[in-house]
C-alpha cells in the first residue's frame, strides 16, 4: 500500500496557527476540486471492488410453484420447483487477475491524486497566509519605526524651543 510511507497530509499544523488551521480545513470542505477528486476515488474503489467479484463463480437459483389439475382425475396438486445454475469464468491467461489488479492500481491512483489535490489547496492557503502575516510584521514595524521617529521630532522640536538644539 502507498499509504505506509506517504507524506503528512496536515503540515500545515506545524506552524501552530489555530487561524490557519480553521482557514484550510474550511476551504478544504468547500473546495471544488477536492470533491471532485474525492468522488473519483470513491468511484475507483467500487469499480475495483465490481472488477474483484469477477474473480468470484456467479450463480442464480430460481424458485417457481403452482397448483395443476390432472384432466382425468380432477385431483388438483401443488407443485414446487427449483432450477439453479453456478458458472465460474476460468482466467487462464490472467486477463480476470490482471483486470482486478489494474483496478486497484486506479484506486490508488486516485487516491493519491486526491491527496496531491489537497496539498496543493493547503499549500496554496498557506503560502497566501504566510504572505499576509509577513506583510501585517512589516507594517506593524513600518508604524513602530514612524512612531519612534515622530518622537524623535517632537523632542527635537522641545530641545529646539529651549534653545538647546539647531
Known sequence: SLNAS??????????????????VAYSLTRNRDLRAAEADVRRARALAKLQNWSLLPTGGLGLSGGRTRDGTTGVERDFVGADGEIAWELDLFGRLRAGAKASRYDALSATEIRRGVMASVAAQIASTYVELRGAQTRLAATEANSAAQDETLRLTQVLHDAGRAT
Not at 6 to 23: F, H, K, S, V
Request: a negative charge; charged letters at 30%; glycine letters at 6%.
Open 6 to 23: 506517504a507524506p503528512r497530509t496536515d503540515w500545515w499544523t506545524g506552524l501552530q496557527d489555530p487561524l490557519l488551521d480553521e482557514i
